[in-house]
Nanobody, 122 residues
């Protein structure tokens, strides 16, 4: 079992920045690819970015250049740095873990955090 706890969400004006954190515990962190997804009201869960244990990343084209995923294997943390935020980035952001390789498909992830709300005001 892997436990994931997100933090760092909040209210930010358009153009601002936020850094989300996800603390992982319970299993060997480096066995898992980590990812961020988001879900806005009335919409399906959307892929943001994923990172393999070795540091390779794959980002959504929609957010590439504004959002950066990273991880600290020594501390069992994964981060999402979000810059130049837009009102359409408003959503609940979820951290997810998948044994092995990363994926953009939420159905392939084994573990999920409870989510953290990000609200971008116009």
């Amino acid at each position: 079992q892997v436990q994931l706890v997100e933090s760092g969400g909040g209210l930010v004006p358009a153009g601002g920045s936020l850094r989300l954190s996800c603390a992982a515990s319970g299993r060997t962190f480096t066995n898992y690819a980590m990812a961020w997804f988001r879900q806005a009201p009335g919409k399906e869960r959307e892929f943001v970015a994923t990172i393999w244990s070795g540091g390779s990343t794959y980002d959504s084209d929609d957010m590439k250049g504004r959002f950066t995923i990273s991880r600290d294997n020594a501390k069992n943390f994964v981060y999402l740095e979000m810059n130049r935020l837009k009102p359409e980035d408003t959503a609940v952001y979820y951290c997810a873990a998948r044994y092995g390789t990363g994926s953009s498909s939420p159905s392939l992830y084994d573990y999920w955090g409870q989510g953290t709300q990000v609200t971008v005001s116009s």
